[in-house]
């Protein structure tokens, strides 16, 4: 044969070689990645896999794999329906994977993209659940999955779910929901993700009038592994905004803007600090305009290693069928043996905020507490906990809302006939309470700063006897309360 000729065929032939060892070799590796995956499945608390198989071809392979509801929620449901008399079918549902082997998976589609894998997911419904599917999605595929699969195990998941026009039986109510899409990225191991899903909202309306609208919605998260099996990070969802509105009575109209809320996790070397935030922008009801609203709280100084053991031993509980007062048992054994080491490496509870903007002012609390030295003899003296718990809270009210507030139960407790005598009441009694220093009037908010730290209390700066109190902490006979009288000044503590 002419040598010419003769190259071309050896390169062609050595390249179709080449690529189906490689497909033969990626195809490996991907079995062997789904075999983890589910590994990683069973490990969760309130899942199973009861039914596996995986078919393996040489460019391309299927899998088919059943989950079962288990674990305390599998029990919970079981007597749930039988406390009905009604038989508990299983909660299972099976997944169906298409999968075409690397190095170039998606050669069909056009993409020359590499990677071990291109994977589509089917999700095989139950004849029940496919029926309500239908009636919502039509002839629409309710839910699609695609997953490349990189070179190194790596994956992004893309994940959508189709618009719907639905109207509710009898003409009550049309319902517009304008679909989701997201992509979901993970590390080889699952050690890692990040996600993001995003729908451009909801809208419904009423045969009377009545129009819902929900806005954008965003959900998002960062998380990794950390302190062997616990995953922390970052997780959140945001709405742009929900309007309730009623032509016939617009006094009941309703608006919400920005609505966010948010988790995030970070490690401080062997410990780990956690903050929730949720917050609303504004808050639009009965022709008056609320807002911004917080609720920002943290756990602080949480030592990683311990929190791990902790975590993994309430996962293995949650994933026993017991019942429930069973469970409880086992739990309160649990927190003991992990509770208090991590109470004895003093972490801190934190309101860092919560707050309300109202007409009258903005209203806010914040505080703290957490306790020195736990050392776990506490849990048999409970009262020795006073000596080394170190807290406080301070509280800013706007002047007005107090009073009135305070003046309306005050009129309802006494059963005043006129407003005006409670709310002269209230006024005396806000003066007193100015005048011994518990508050203070700035502009037209009342505050005041609460401090407990060495079984002693202070406020805004000013010790506060507590004799009876004291007594019982050293052990002594409590003595006899003395005379009302104004605190003493002192210093006040330096707070942490």
Do not use: C
């Not at 995956?37 to 009861?50: E, S």
């Not at 191991?189 to 996600?195: C, F, I, R």
Request: net charge neutral; charged share 20%; proline share 6%.
């Amino acid at each position: 044969m002419n040598k010419k000729i003769l190259l071309p065929v050896v390169v062609v032939a050595a390249a179709a070689v080449a690529y189906t060892g490689s497909a033969w070799w990626l195809g490996g590796k991907v079995e062997a990645q789904n075999e983890a995956y589910r590994t990683f499945l069973n490990k969760q608390a309130y899942l199973k896999v009861v039914k596996s198989e995986y078919h393996r071809g040489l460019f391309s392979s299927t899998s088919e794999w059943t989950v079962a509801l288990s674990g305390t929620l599998a029990y919970s449901y079981r007597q749930a329906l039988q406390t009905y008399g009604a038989e508990a079918p299983p909660l299972q549902l099976t997944v169906r994977e298409t999968i075409h082997h690397g190095p170039f998976p998606m050669i069909g589609s056009g993409s020359f993209m590499p990677g071990r894998a291109s994977v589509d997911t089917d999700v095989v419904w139950p004849d029940e659940v496919k029926k309500a599917l239908t009636e919502v999605f039509g002839d629409q595929k309710p839910l699609t999955i695609h997953t490349l699969v990189g070179l190194s195990g790596e994956g992004k998941m893309e994940v959508s779910s189709p618009a719907f026009t639905k109207q509710i039986p009898n003409g009550e109510a049309t319902i517009q929901w304008t679909g989701l899409k997201g992509n979901i990225t993970y590390a080889p191991d699952y050690s890692k993700n990040q996600y993001l899903f995003e729908s451009e909202g909801l809208n419904a309306s009423g045969k009377n009038g009545e129009t819902l609208k929900v806005g954008k919605i965003t959900f998002t998260g960062d998380n990794q592994r950390a302190f062997d099996d616990l995953m922390i990070g970052k997780a959140g969802f945001n709405i742009a905004g929900i309007t309730f509105a009623n032509t016939r009575a617009p006094q009941q109209n309703v608006q919400v803007d920005n609505i966010g809320y948010s988790a995030d996790a970070t490690v401080q070397g062997d410990f780990l600090d956690v903050a929730v935030k949720l917050g609303v922008e504004k808050i639009a009801v009965m022709g008056k305009s609320y807002g911004p609203a917080h609720y920002d709280v943290s756990l602080n100084h949480l030592h990683g290693p311990t929190l791990s053991k902790l975590s993994n031993a309430l996962n293995d509980l949650q994933k026993q069928e017991v019942a429930p007062e069973q469970l409880q048992g086992m739990m309160i054994g649990v927190l003991m043996q992990h509770g208090i080491p991590l109470l004895k490496q003093t972490p801190e509870f934190r309101i860092d905020r919560i707050s309300l903007q109202l007409p009258e002012g903005e209203a806010k609390i914040s505080a703290r507490a957490k306790i020195n030295g736990f050392d776990g003899s506490e849990i048999q003296q409970p009262m020795s906990l006073l000596q080394k718990l170190d807290a406080g809270i301070d509280i800013v009210f706007p002047e007005k809302i107090a009073h009135d507030l305070a003046a309306k139960s005050l009129g309802a407790k006494l059963g005043l006939d006129s407003n005006t005598d409670a709310a002269a009441m209230v006024e005396q009694q806000i003066e007193g309470l100015l005048a011994q220093g518990f508050v203070v009037r700035s502009g037209k908010a009342l505050s005041t700063k609460a401090v407990w730290k060495a079984g002693k209390l202070f406020v805004n700066g000013k010790e506060i006897p507590l004799p009876m109190l004291l007594g019982g902490l050293n052990g002594a006979a409590p003595a006899a309360p003395a005379a009302p009288a104004a605190p003493a000044p002192a210093e006040l503590p330096a707070s942490e």
